[in-house]
């Protein structure tokens, strides 16, 4: 088996745990937000499913990434190829950022200081 075979299924492998992360991660989130909606909080429900969910997505994300960089870097190094990484990462890492702040409420270089304690 040639580099080339070995970093096709490197990328394939990235790229089934990713989606596996998003459709794990999301069915793990409804069956905790029902269990929740089950004890009559709905409103928290709401919340556990959209925090579990936004969560499983940016995790997801994350290991797609990896999935077009070694792809970029190892199978096509083309300066095609490389544009066409450098976009994909561009809306995934504004798909991530708008999640994070999201879920959060803050963004993300702020969260050290809202976390701080006071000083007196």
């Known amino acids: 088996m040639y580099f080339e075979e070995w970093m096709e299924l490197a990328v394939q492998g990235f790229e089934i745990v990713g989606v596996a992360i998003l459709a794990i991660g999301s069915i793990v989130a409804m069956v905790g937000a029902a269990t929740t909606l089950v004890r009559g909080e709905r ?4 919340e ?9 997505i940016l995790l ?4 797609l990434i990896i999935a077009d960089i070694v792809q ?4 096509d190094p083309t300066l095609e190829s490389a544009a066409t990484l450098a976009l994909i ?24 200081r809202e976390s701080a304690p006071a000083e007196v």
Do not use: H, M, N
């Not at 970029?72 to 199978?75: D, E, H, L, P, R």
């Open 72 to 75: 970029t870097i190892t199978i």
């Open 89 to 112: 990462v561009l809306v995934r890492t504004f798909l991530s950022f708008s999640l994070e702040v999201e879920l959060d409420g803050v963004v993300p270089w702020r969260k050290k």
């Open 48 to 56: 556990r499913a959209r925090q579990d969910i936004g969560r499983a």
């Open 43 to 46: 409103r928290a429900a709401y």
């Open 60 to 63: 997801g994300l994350e290991v």
